[in-house]
């Protein structure tokens, strides 16, 4: 079986990431080209990996034929036309989530793809390759809690002072559709693919005064009515004190599962004059570091013709619809019917 | 200091309870009554109090010039009329939660009460009398987390194949009345008492079909949004399969402080084939069994002088008047103002 | 049936608490007596007990016939005198631990209680009437882990840098008969009586060098080999910095069972910058605050003519017995046979 | 920089975890050969790792000059050997734990690493790698919990009904020198390399009577006294219920940290009818995978030119002797001077 050749497109913090799993950590993948028009983020792929072939531009990039997939860490509004070139271009796409903060867009791409079906898109939706995660749909799947009818899932970061997603809030789509997409996400996988009929959201501003100015906020509450009775409330925040701190929990008739209860960053524990504690997780990097490997290693093996990993462009199009449902019931003070 | 003189009407499970907290470990207090027109509740006070005063009707037990103080555990369709018939008969009232279930109804009593400013009447909202609250409560007030912002509260009881409650909830008022006053209590209590605005509600039927018929459900979710932005998110349950559940959760700009996460029944852990693991408490009683003497022995000391509960009728009210709402919100689809 | 008349002994900071517990909270129990050579310690009794009856010699306080049971809280040294003096006098007794720091005075207390056999001896082993130790009792009793074989146990208060112990050292008996004496109860208990065939000590002055003096240390670790190959671990502290950390393990063939792994002092839990943490209880009071009252009112049942506690004197002998053997092989380097 | 080109000898199991780790997961590492006796083994190897040459004599393999550094995975008693043989060919050697059962072919090794100093030999403690580990070591080191004066370590492996570890006794040193050498190294690391003066032993057989006839155990308990006063007890055992449990503690003036107090597997709660519960690592591979990976990565980067582990021969010797003196403190029932 060859190696899939990947190339990356985007080499900030996360993008970095991305390349050193695929370089170093993903069996059965290589690394043969990296694009970005940042000279700091090229020179620093450069240095990195010496026999990779550095594009400025991502036109020249998909005409590099010996990259089979393109591996998108780029904005989220370049998302759907990126996607698009290189499906023409015959390649394979991992982009990182969202799809697109923009329902129709979604349809272009979902649309561009039926006309390649036989290259795989995938959106990262990376919870879902958590270990833990993993493990919790498992046990769902196989009825260790009965009948799942709810999931309570929260995404809650820890407060940055500086307030950078302050300034990233305008084109962030808001904390619905930048965090809550990924409950979203997680509670549609672990209810079994459930159709959304109503949503309500609400929320404040608890510290970060300037998101008022975008009609953003930094704390946000949602709840999502699915058929048959399934729900999910969602919570999504910036300013955690104590650090990132993603959880969920599914609710069924004969037991209820959590992941990441309490957000550890490892097995120590320290009993000292504050107590009994644990310190936790400071980002989502930390918190899904295993997942981003497990999730790129997923992607290349259904690539190189394995299983394939079970997340569509529906599955990314349907969060992006409800979250910006969300954010509509958020600004109206009204439920929004789906 | 003279002993509190205390009657106690109704005697089924929690009747009993408060019964022998009030005959044996409440300092200060003395049960000299207790009334019941159930034959065999009397005679379960006769044997357990052999110089209590047995009272078979409501009013010849108001006459009992012995009794200083009324403690109702009775069914909540009584409570209004019977705290005002003991308010006219000059005694001082405990009664157990809600005060009613008619916000007309709880104006009558509030008004009563203004009659007889002298009296001391508490509605037993529980909670607020556990050592673990009651720190929390303090933590807060304190400023241990900031400014708190947001009150994630549930009130989850262990499933009961018998469906007792079914049979229950054309009388309770319905889940949020039933269930989820007790959260909006602590939400106020622990936000600084702040002015509800609107409620959404939603929710569902898990297992009990019984309730369809009268419009209840067995699991509602909730969000009350407060004035400054402050916001609740309650949900309740009937249908837990490891016990009774109650947790809250308060958000403040500096941290977060939680009750309950973990509903262990006691110290013990266990480790085996099922993993490691605590039991549950199975009902509110194991949970609460401490608050319930707390609450007693704070009641009977402002009663006879001491510090104020700081718990009111118009806290009582109030939770109605929110859960009325809910349940609204709840039966409309829509957002209730208030 | 009659009330327990209850004369309590030494009125220190432990025994106000049995005092309040017997004149409050122990059905069946009248406190009708105290006696103390201390002014101030009358003086609280007489404020807070108005009706009971004071002595400041203990002589003439057993000559009070209104007396049926006496409660010593008094200095080790002086236990088993006055234990046998109450004998004497007809009296029940309640004694706290340990018995004695000399196995040939336990020896004199077993004899004279053979000789008013009819009357209730019980050292206070307090840890068997707690809630979560007897849960775990119960569960090894009924087989939930298998043959249980090994104790883990430990015993460790906070460190207290006035080291008020320092100056309690040369009377205390020493780390292992002050400490570890709870644990070796609750192993005995635990594992069904076995008996005790070598033991080995070892310890270290963490902190205090104080106790150099003495031959005492502020750290120490034993093992108890009993037969039939069940075992014990011990572990016993003066200089933790989080609170009372008390712990007992008990491992079987199919499974182990802990109590107080985590000492919290709630169910309240606090994120913030320091992490995920929860308080731990500050001392054995609050540890043990309920079982101190499960222990008088088991007490005072028995001797009301209820079921025995099943603590006896020859437990609080062997206690004794294997704490001065762990001191014995500290001193010595050597494992000591029993 | 140039590769580290690898060469593994012995696959079984862990031999095969370690050549996937080698072949995919650590940057600057490639798996160039293997070696085993064992067809089976062999063509594993043939079928994962095409490009990887295959040998089944050690001698052979030697011989190969592409190989810079060998992967000890093999049976205990050939380490010493095979070590010596890999240095005088001029290779690297990383080894997996123990050096030997023999102090003297400990000694031998050490000699034959003076003089090819040149050349790194590393005994695989693979708990040193552990993140969880690395954590509690640095906290200690930057005086997070005081001065660290006790370390409480215990290696508990689930019982194995078919008992391999039977057949496996005669060979594998018993009890302490096969697990409990793990905790001792644990041990001098986080206290900071201190002497060991003296240690006392003891055990029982819980279940596997089959161990008897070599004089070994399922349980074991040991205690080392170190220089300073500084203290380490440590539990081994082979028979727990509900999977691998490691667990370090590390005892201060300041503070306790511990590693790894609930077995826990992952991130995943479980909230049903039987409490609230959490699987634990079936074996030692679920609990260290990633540390073997980082081990691995670790070494080979310091052959490489990096940064030193700071794992030397002397700690493997040091491991041995103290496992041997409990081993033999067993036996006898003694104290050991060291």
Same mark, same amino acid.
């Given at each position: 079986?060859?190696a899939?050749?990947v190339?990356i497109v985007?080499?900030?913090?996360l993008g970095?990431?991305h390349a050193?799993?695929?370089?170093?950590?993903?069996?059965?993948?290589?690394?043969?080209?990296?694009?970005?028009?940042?000279?700091?983020?090229?020179?620093?792929?450069?240095?990195?990996?010496?026999?990779?072939?550095?594009?400025?531009?991502?036109?020249?990039?998909?005409?590099?034929?010996?990259?089979?997939?393109?591996?998108?860490?780029?904005?989220?509004?370049?998302?759907?036309?990126?996607i698009?070139a290189?499906?023409r271009?015959?390649?394979?796409?991992?982009c990182?989530k969202p799809l697109?903060l923009d329902?129709?867009e979604?349809?272009?791409?979902?649309?561009?793809?039926?006309?390649?079906?036989?290259?795989?898109?995938m959106?990262?939706?990376?919870?879902r390759?958590?270990?833990?995660?993993?493990?919790?749909f498992?046990s769902?799947?196989?009825?260790?809690i009965?009948?799942?009818?709810?999931?309570?899932?929260?995404?809650c970061?820890?407060?940055? &002072?500086?307030?950078?997603f302050?300034r990233?809030a &305008?084109t962030?789509g808001?904390?619905?559709l930048?965090?809550?997409?990924?409950?979203v996400?997680?509670?549609?996988?672990?209810?079994?693919? &459930?159709r959304?009929?109503?949503?309500f959201?609400?929320?404040?501003?608890a510290?970060?005064?300037?998101?008022r100015?975008?009609?953003?906020i930094?704390?946000?509450v949602?709840?999502?009515?699915?058929d048959d009775?399934r729900?999910?409330?969602?919570?999504a925040?910036?300013t955690m004190?104590?650090?990132?701190?993603?959880?969920?929990?599914?609710?069924?008739?004969?037991?209820?599962?959590?992941?990441?209860?309490? &957000?550890?960053?490892?097995r120590?524990?320290i009993?000292?004059?504050h107590?009994m504690?644990?310190a936790?997780?400071?980002t989502?990097?930390?918190?899904f570091?295993?997942?981003?490997l497990?999730?790129?290693?997923a992607f290349?093996?259904?690539v190189?013709?394995?299983?394939?990993?079970?997340?569509t462009l529906?599955d990314?199009?349907?969060?992006?619809?409800i979250?910006?449902?969300?954010?509509?019931a958020?600004?109206?003070g009204?439920?929004?019917?789906?």
């Open positions: 079986m060859n899939v050749r190339g985007g080499l900030g913090r970095r990431r050193e799993n695929l370089a170093w950590r993903v069996p059965g993948a290589r690394l043969v080209a990296a694009c970005s028009p940042v000279q700091e983020e090229r020179d620093w792929a450069k240095a990195h990996f010496p026999e990779t072939a550095i594009h400025t531009d991502y036109e020249s990039f998909l005409n590099d034929a010996s990259v089979d997939a393109v591996w998108l860490v780029t904005p989220t509004s370049l998302h759907a036309t990126q698009i290189a499906l271009a015959g390649k394979h796409v991992f990182e697109s329902l129709a979604c349809d272009v791409v979902i649309e561009a793809h039926a006309r390649h079906a036989h290259l795989h898109v959106i990262g939706f990376v919870r390759f958590d270990a833990s995660y993993r493990d919790a498992e769902v799947a196989r009825g260790a009965g009948r799942p009818f709810m999931v309570r899932s929260q995404t970061d820890k407060n940055d &002072p500086d307030g950078f302050v990233f &305008p962030s808001g904390l619905f930048d965090c809550s997409v990924h409950d996400d997680l509670a549609r996988w672990l209810l079994g693919n &459930p959304a009929k109503r949503v959201a609400s929320g404040t501003i510290i970060h005064e300037g998101l100015e975008c009609g953003d930094d704390n946000g949602g709840v999502v009515e699915f009775g729900l999910t409330v969602l919570y925040s910036r004190a104590h650090g990132h701190d993603t959880q969920t929990e599914v609710i069924g008739t004969a037991g209820a599962l959590s992941v990441g209860r309490n &957000p550890r960053l490892n120590v524990e009993a000292d004059e107590g504690r644990n936790c997780t400071p989502f990097f930390e918190r570091e295993d997942a981003f497990r999730e790129a290693q290349v093996a259904s190189a013709g394995g299983t394939p990993t079970g997340l529906d990314a199009r349907e969060a992006t619809r979250g910006i449902a969300l954010r509509e958020y600004a109206s009204r439920p929004v019917d789906l």
